[in-house]
């Protein structure tokens, strides 16, 4: 199996695809592969219809295991569709050494929910609590915690920073572990990682997931990829503002595009949403392991200051995506942000 190529210098072409390499080709039978979904971003918004995928064989390819942020299901359902196998997402952190959330194969394949990485793994215990502490209906948003003890293989604490450990981790919320991930849990025990409990914003009072607007954005059949970000705002406290990257070959007018995406957010989540600004971008500001740098736009549309991480991806190009953000008037009017202070400039991507 091949795998894709999305973050190194050689790597960047104009067409993103599954390609062969030496360790991973049919002939050596790997028929597993494990890899974020930015790479399949990546590939969806270059080949939408998957053309070079129909390239290689792929007869005893199983599945393919997402990980490491969250895989919204318009992506998730493009790769079951061109790969024709299971795609299977699961939750975990590095503090907790090993899955939190999963299908484990191995034990019994569950339904795939597109959206979540479907159950507790064995030894979990989660719940999804209020700020005040109490325990939250099922399908209702708060923070997803671990109910003590956390199973072997957790850690138990940071090097040399036991007192930091328990204050991040442990206090907020006493007798739980804090993932500082907000979703829900539905009827069924399915978990839905919706954001970073940071993202969650506030509109007017209304706690609005970032991740919830990202999956209406991502189904409209022009955007390949997208962000959401809450930045602040005199009148509601916060609104929220979409970042849109389009599938290669659009053509369409930027404006019509944008119309149509907040008019989706407004018909399925509703006007409580707020939701009234979107820009097109070339490309979204990722890590190097493809986490989109929501942190580092919000303080940019805030006026605040930052820094640009050492993790950003391509370093060497500052002048393709780095300069575009801090070129540009992130900056928030007095009642609503204008899309013309969120513009980024059109970045080309390499």
């Known amino acids: 199996m091949a795998a894709p190529r999305s973050s190194t210098k050689e790597s960047r072409s104009a067409h993103p695809t599954l390609v062969p390499s030496g360790a991973s ?8 592969l494990f890899t974020a979904p930015t790479a399949f971003r990546a590939i969806r918004q270059q080949d939408p ?6 390239r290689y064989d792929l007869a005893g390819f199983r599945a393919l295991f997402l990980a490491g ?5 318009e992506t998730l359902r493009w790769a079951e569709q061109k790969l024709g196998v299971p795609v299977i997402d699961h939750w975990w952190q590095t503090e907790t050494g090993w899955s939190i959330v999963a299908n484990c194969l191995g034990i019994e394949r569950l339904p795939v929910v597109p959206g979540s990485p479907t159950r507790a793994a064995p030894g979990w215990d989660l719940r999804v609590l209020g700020g005040d502490g109490t325990e939250l209906p099922h399908g209702e948003t708060g923070a997803l915690v671990a109910k003590l003890p956390m199973p072997p293989g957790s850690s138990p604490t940071l090097w040399l920073a036991d007192e930091r450990f328990r204050a991040t981790y442990l206090d907020p919320f006493p007798g739980y572990y804090l993932t500082a991930d907000a979703g829900y849990i539905d009827e069924r025990g399915y978990v839905f990682v919706m954001a970073r409990t940071d993202d969650i914003i506030n509109v007017a009072g209304h706690r609005l997931s970032t991740g919830a607007v990202e999956e209406v954005l991502a189904a409209h059949p022009d955007v390949a990829e997208c962000a959401v970000i809450g930045v602040a705002d005199e009148l509601k406290g916060q609104v929220p503002v979409g970042l849109l990257v389009l599938k290669a070959g659009v053509q369409r007018p930027e404006e019509h595009i944008v119309r149509e995406a907040v008019q989706l957010v407004r018909d399925r989540i509703g ?3 707020s939701f009234k600004t979107a820009v097109i971008v070339g490309r979204l500001p990722k890590t190097r392991s493809g986490k989109i740098l929501r942190g580092t736009m919000r303080r940019i549309a805030d006026d605040q200051q930052y820094s640009i991480p ?3 991806d391509d370093p060497e190009d500052p002048g393709g995506n780095h300069r575009g953000l801090t070129s540009s008037r992130l900056r928030p009017g007095r009642r609503q942000c204008r899309a013309e202070r969120l513009k980024l400039r059109r970045s080309r991507v390499p």
């Open 69 to 73: 942020e969250r895989c919204d299901p």
């Open 49 to 54: 219809e998957g053309k070079h995928i129909e």
């Open 271 to 273: 006007p409580v949403a």
């Open 25 to 32: 080709s049919p002939e050596h039978g790997v028929c597993t």
């Open 310 to 312: 050492p993790t950003i």
